[in-house]
């Protein structure tokens, strides 16, 4: 018996114009409707119009219909009539090409794709709904629309692997690819593609092994630490996750983390982000104490949720600098692993083993043999190099900045002034540390963004940037020499039992207050006038507050962190804490108990046994 059932092609979503064969006859669905024709998409990405004059029925939107493809032409679209057959079988199509990949969009402008990818971030607009679409080649956006402010494909959460269609278009000078269609992949398919874009990401993500820029032993045996650090920051910039930078506010702090946030938004850009994606993924924030406080790590919280609803941002990666290595960090710790928010340190304060239980990598030069001298700044400086060695020339100088400005006298210091002394000798160096000292004081706990890299020299402006210095300096010494002019009469002086100098002054009431130079710096000021006075003898300084105390030493073996144990564990209801270096740091304290401890801390100073300093 002869069969005239007439043959309907319905296409997989995996197919594409070059699978549509003239004369065929296939089934589409009704997009919408013009004065000239209907709208019809032939799969999830591929659309079509019936003209009017070959609209033989009546539809509505989303029902189905058959076509005949009357021509396919040279710029891709497609002329169709439709077709009512009295019998017909349908055939399903399915085509098997190799998956378009990010990276190649920008050859395909214009043309329908189909891509599987992870998504990284919703963000809802007055518009479309914005999809950040992760593959194993890289990031690109994609844009939803249903209504004006509607969500677009509300099934797909944060994290989905999806197979995606849709027409790549350029928008603001950027790719951005239509979506057509959306929808999650199979449990079989996610495995396949999970591991196929986290394995491409972690390799993406490895830093190079490239050699730093002096020789150091402490450096090379920190490498496979900070290789780990600068892993974790490359694989949240490739998976569109936000990185929250803390650090110290002193120029010590501020070079290691401006080199990081130098390499951090130039990586974001060259992997096709803009200003925007940049604002979204960085931020850094200065940190008063050399320690994550919980007023700290409450606003950085409060950043992430409200970003996590705004913009469907993930919960970011913290990276800590010129701080987090001691367990004065844990209680803030513990509230960010309660949100399984990854945090990774490079500090070089002395550690607490304590708190690696809440690190995904830490890096400190304690933990290698070394000390303090080798400063943070010249760790992030070398680590922003292993993100992204291009921002070398930028950030060149930092180290020696940082190595003077935090008074190192590692052989580290001397290596990375003689690595930039054909540019800026030491005195400019030390002049570069002073003006950031002075300009963080009075920007507060803001970045100063700008300012900042005027100060460092790396906003292409050597004029601006000597004027600025120059200014910031006279007004930081100025201040300082009032200061000094105001405290040096009210210093007391006693020798301990240990034949070390001690002395000591009220920073509260004998020097002036809510200016340059703030009380540490105040104290530290001091310790080194009377260290020039009293040459070849111990000294230690301590700049006395109602419920503090900030510690500044030379030539007394002294372990800070230590005698901050002690002191919590003796006084009972002293409410000590704090910390530092072992030999420069701070102690808080309830003000009631001011006298006990300062009595009990000049006790502990004496049992310490004293350098030979001739």
């Known amino acids: 018996m002869e069969n005239n059932k007439v043959t309907v092609y319905r296409l997989g979503s995996g197919c594409e114009l070059e699978d549509i ?13 013009a004065k000239f024709g209907t709208f019809v998409y032939l ?6 119009l019936v003209h009017v004059s070959n609209v033989k029925t009546e539809h509505n939107e989303g029902e189905f219909l ?4 009357k021509n396919i032409r040279d710029n891709g679209n497609i002329d169709l009539e439709e077709v ?4 017909y079988e349908i055939e399903a199509v399915n085509c098997f090409h190799s998956q378009t990949k990010l990276k190649d969009l920008k050859k395909k402008v214009g043309r329908n794709v189909t891509l599987e990818v992870e998504i990284a971030q919703i963000k809802q607009t007055s518009g479309p709904t914005i999809f950040t679409l992760v593959d194993d080649s890289g990031t690109e956006s994609g844009a939803g629309f249903v209504e004006a402010g509607k969500r677009a494909y509300p099934d797909i959460e944060l994290g989905d692997f999806v197979r995606v269609s849709g027409e790549v278009m350029m928008r603001n000078g950027q790719i951005q690819l239509e979506i057509s269609d959306m929808s999650a992949l199979s449990d079989d398919e996610i495995l396949s593609v999970k591991k196929r874009i986290q394995d491409a990401i972690d390799e993406r993500a490895r830093p190079d092994d490239i050699p730093f820029m002096i020789e150091s032993e402490i450096l090379e045996k920190l490498k496979p630490d900070m290789q ?21 506010a002193d120029a010590d702090g501020i070079a290691a983390a401006v080199s990081v946030e130098r390499a951090v938004t130039m990586l974001i850009k060259d992997n096709g982000g803009d200003l925007d994606s940049e604002a979204h993924l960085f931020k850094r924030a200065p940190s008063k104490a050399p320690f994550y406080e919980i007023e700290d790590v409450t606003r950085d919280l409060d950043y992430a949720l409200k970003d996590n609803v705004k913009y469907g941002q993930k919960f970011p990666l913290i990276v800590m600098m010129d701080n987090g290595s001691t367990e004065e960090d844990e209680p803030s710790y513990r509230m960010a692993k309660v949100y399984d928010i990854p945090i990774v340190v490079v500090d070089h304060h002395h550690p607490d083993e304590s708190t690696d239980r809440f690190l995904e990598a830490h890096v400190n030069p304690y933990l290698v043999g070394g000390d303090f001298g080798v400063t943070a700044g010249m760790l992030g400086a070398e680590l922003a190099r292993m993100i992204y060695p291009p921002v070398e020339s930028d950030i060149r100088h930092f180290p020696a900045v940082a190595g003077v400005g935090d008074r190192s006298e590692a052989p580290e210091r001397q290596k990375y002034l003689d690595l930039v002394a054909d540019s800026y000798s030491e005195e400019e160096c030390k002049n570069i540390a002073l003006a950031l000292d002075y300009e963080q004081f009075w920007l507060r706990f803001n970045d100063g963004r700008e300012i900042v890299k005027d100060i460092l020299d790396v906003n292409n402006n050597s004029d601006r940037h000597k ?14 020499d009032e200061q000094l002019k105001t405290s040096m009469p009210h210093v007391e002086e006693k020798v301990l039992v240990n034949s070390a100098n001690l002395f000591m002054i009220d920073v509260e009431i004998y020097a002036h207050r809510f200016t340059f130079p703030p009380p540490g710096k105040t104290s ?24 503090f105390v900030v510690i500044r030493s030379r030539g007394v073996k002294m372990n800070i962190p230590q005698m901050v144990r002690e002191l919590r564990d003796e006084i009972v209801g002293g409410g000590v ?4 270096h072992l030999v420069v740091g701070s102690i808080k304290f309830v003000e009631g108990m001011k006298e006990v401890v300062i009595s009990k801390l000049i006790e502990k100073i004496g049992e310490f046994g004293v350098e030979d300093l001739i």
């Open 43 to 48: 799969n999830n990405s591929i659309k079509g």
């Open 228 to 248: 780990k650090v600068a892993y974790y920051i490359r694989k949240a910039i490739f998976t569109n996750q936000t990185i929250i930078l803390r650090h110290h």
């Open 66 to 69: 058959f076509v005949r493809v």
């Open 577 to 580: 804490n704090g910390g530092g």
């Open 21 to 33: 064969r003239a004369g065929n006859i296939y089934e589409v669905r009704v997009q919408g409707f």
């Open 84 to 87: 009512v057959p009295e019998e």
């Open 524 to 547: 530290g000021e001091i310790h080194d006038v009377l260290c020039k006075r009293n040459v070849g003898k111990p000294v230690v300084t301590l700049g006395v507050g109602p419920d």
């Open 467 to 480: 004027k600025l210095v120059s200014l910031l300096v006279q007004e930081a010494n100025l201040a300082i």
